[in-house]
């Protein structure tokens, strides 16, 4: 069974440009989750998605990201403009049940490997 | 004060020692509890998944709440070379859903062969 995808693996841009990360989720798993790690902070939820709708996405910073799930397959993350602050590594999870569903969820949450990005 | 403190480490070990690795917490709200594990270069992988107060075992890992304390531990016995690497606590709410959902910085682990 193939893991969880991201493309880029790194990508490179200067401020103000639009970058688009892509995460492909385990087949069958309903349930996908973008987080981010910023330089020497902790890794921080983004949002939530179930099959195609956003479930929660409080984490998101502001209204430069974009995410999108169409279709309930892969997703996308835009960040349109790039700002410095930006900058660290994406990751994509998936799982089948909702992570934190309830007591008696022993369903695992499955990572990418993260897309480091850097806006210079 | 940060929501939840973990001593980065790096914390080295010869082969075959009993690792302890522990975080605290002062939200006293959080209900679930996970303990994650990342190589170099990779994703976290999700060890352990406890929810409220209690020990839980798998295999060579032993994930422990202590709630009253906001206190939470993972050990792991038989230590390989292998289990060389970044150690995540996180933990969350059921009643905030991911609003609330916290890591803490990690513990870099080195088992020496």
């Known amino acids: 069974e193939a893991g969880v995808t991201q493309f880029p693996s790194h990508s490179v841009i200067e401020k103000g440009q639009t970058v688009t990360l892509r995460c492909d989720p385990i087949s069958g798993h309903d349930n996908l989750y973008w987080y981010r790690r910023v330089m020497g902070k902790e890794i921080k939820f983004l949002l939530h998605f179930v099959k195609e709708s956003k479930q929660d996405e409080s984490g998101m910073p502001n209204n430069r990201f974009l995410a999108e799930r169409t279709g309930g397959t892969y997703s996308t993350l835009k960040v349109q403009p790039a700002e410095l602050e930006d900058s660290g590594v994406y990751f994509c999870a998936s799982s089948r049940a909702a992570l934190l569903a309830g007591a008696a969820s022993t369903d695992t949450q499955y990572f990418g490997p993260g897309t480091r990005l850097t806006v210079l | 004060q940060k929501e939840v403190e973990q001593d980065p480490g790096p914390l080295s070990v010869p082969e075959g020692a009993i690792v302890s690795l522990n975080c605290t917490y002062s939200?006293?709200?959080?209900?679930?509890f996970m303990w994650y594990r990342q190589y170099s270069r990779k994703g976290p992988e999700l060890l352990m998944y406890t929810y409220s107060s209690g020990n839980k075992e798998d295999g060579r890992f032993t994930a422990q709440v202590d709630k009253s304390s906001k206190y939470i531990s993972l050990f792991i016995r038989d230590s390989q070379p292998s289990d060389s690497a970044t150690y995540l606590c996180?933990?969350?709410?059921?009643?905030?859903?991911?609003?609330?959902?916290?890591f803490g910085p990690g513990t870099r682990l080195s088992v020496l062969p």
């Open positions: 996180a933990m969350g709410s059921l009643q905030w859903g991911f609003q609330n959902f916290v």
């Open positions: 939200n006293s709200a959080f209900q679930y």
